[in-house]
């Protein structure tokens, strides 16, 4: 995961350099949500970090969590749906 998370802060790095020339102090915090809904401890570190208590902190990171899961599954059913009616859907 620290591969991946060094990924998405690098995704970033221009606005962040943006940000810093015009006279921002900028302190990077990412949350890493995967797509079957797996969040990491680093997630709740970062938003204990911003101020937010553990329990909202915990709240949220379980939020984010039910969200992808429930997104990945909408996902799912729309290919499912286009592969019915216009055939194979996607590369491969």
Aim: charged share 25%; proline share 0%; with cysteine.
């Amino acid at each position: 995961w620290l591969e991946k998370m060094e990924e998405k802060k690098g995704q970033h790095a221009e606005l962040v350099k943006a940000l810093e020339a015009a006279g921002w102090t900028v302190e990077m915090h990412v949350l890493l949500v995967g797509h079957n809904g797996t969040v990491y401890k680093s997630g709740l570190d970062a938003l204990t970090k911003l101020g937010l208590s553990k329990q909202d902190a915990s709240a949220l990171l379980e939020d984010l969590s039910v969200h992808a899961v429930v997104t990945a599954h909408e996902i799912g059913m729309a290919r499912r749906r286009l592969e019915r009616t216009c055939g194979r859907v996607g590369v491969g």
